[in-house]
């Protein structure tokens, strides 16, 4: 079982910590990015939380940021109507990507090239980096805001919200692919870090989905002959593979969050895939054992609700973030044997 044990506390910012997000494990590490309503974002060293630089330049709480592939560029989402650009090295600001609400989610395209956005409009909006006079392409279908967006591949993303829905969109043709339907508000999603599971935090429920679903090679030859090596979406062309195979691999409503009167802000599973990691509006981080939900440990620190959890690379740790403004950073050991509460003496 996982060990509990004090977490790192990383101090810095002042108002609630939004959103987490590390990057993927570069030559330098691997690097933790946070977004707080004070009004910027923080980087960090993912090993160590380490304080590296901060993004300021909103005038309006940051409600979204993540890491392009390589940790190189930056994206923030504000309050203030924008989505910014970074450079994440020297932490210039790089390029304001203007909107018309809030912006709360942005996903960076697999080649960096490209990023997605979604807020307050419940429009999804795609932007070309490399043509910043040019209007972005939008996707419509939501019928209140989007609280998450990611790429899926370079020709399909994904958004989800207040609606209850999260969407499929085909970046090619802006037509919307699939649909699926929740209980709840979609708050949250996360791929899994070999890509092949992505885990959705809706209502008081936490669902794990096979991607691969998602992107198949089609072997209508007649029809995508230009295409017979490439991943393209489901539905492409309506034979029996192209079909949507949305497959939930695993469903669970989290007792313990249900119980507050609490939904699941977030989750997160390991890299292992034997756990997971979910938090929500009481305060506390749950870790369950993924094969049957059970909860295993339940960390305790944080005094206001937690709206992020997300694992580092390789899952020796995790990141959670909330309202009390702090980053807590716990260590995950699959071969412990102890359960009791972490940071019962903070």
Sequence with gaps: ?????????????????????????????????????????????????????????????????????????????????????????????LQELKHKHIVRTASWSPSSSHVVTGGKEAKARLFDLSRPESEPMIFTGHTSMIKVVKYVSPQLV????????????????????????????????????????????????????????????????????????????????????CQPRSQCIKRYTLGAIEGNGYGVNSATLHPNQKAFVAAGGNFWVYVHDFETGAELQCNKGHHGPVYAVRFAPGGRTYASGGDDGTIRIWSFSGDASQTEDAAATQ
């Design 158 to 241: 994904l958004s989800g919200g207040e609606d209850k829905t999260l969407c499929f969109w085909d970046t090619r043709t802006l037509a919307e692919a699939n649909k699926l339907q929740f209980e709840g508000t979609v708050n949250s999603v996360d791929f899994s870090e070999d890509g092949g599971i992505f885990t959705v935090a809706a209502g008081n429920e936490v669902s794990f989905w096979e991607t691969m679903s998602l992107q198949l090679s089609c072997p209508c030859l007649t029809v995508h002959a230009s295409r017979a090596v490439t991943l393209v979406p489901f539905r492409a062309c309506g034979c029996a593979v």
């Design 1 to 93: 079982m996982p060990t509990a044990s004090a977490p790192l506390i990383c101090p810095g910012h002042s108002r609630p910590v939004a959103a987490l997000d590390f990057s993927e494990l570069t030559d330098d590490g691997s690097f933790l990015i946070s977004a707080c309503h004070d009004k910027t974002a923080m980087l960090r060293s993912g090993e160590t939380g380490d304080w590296i630089g901060t993004f300021e330049g909103h005038k309006g709480a940051v409600w979204g940021a993540a890491l392009n592939h390589g940790a190189t560029r930056a994206i923030t989402c504000s309050a203030d109507f924008s989505a910014r650009i970074w450079d994440a090295i020297t932490g210039d600001e």
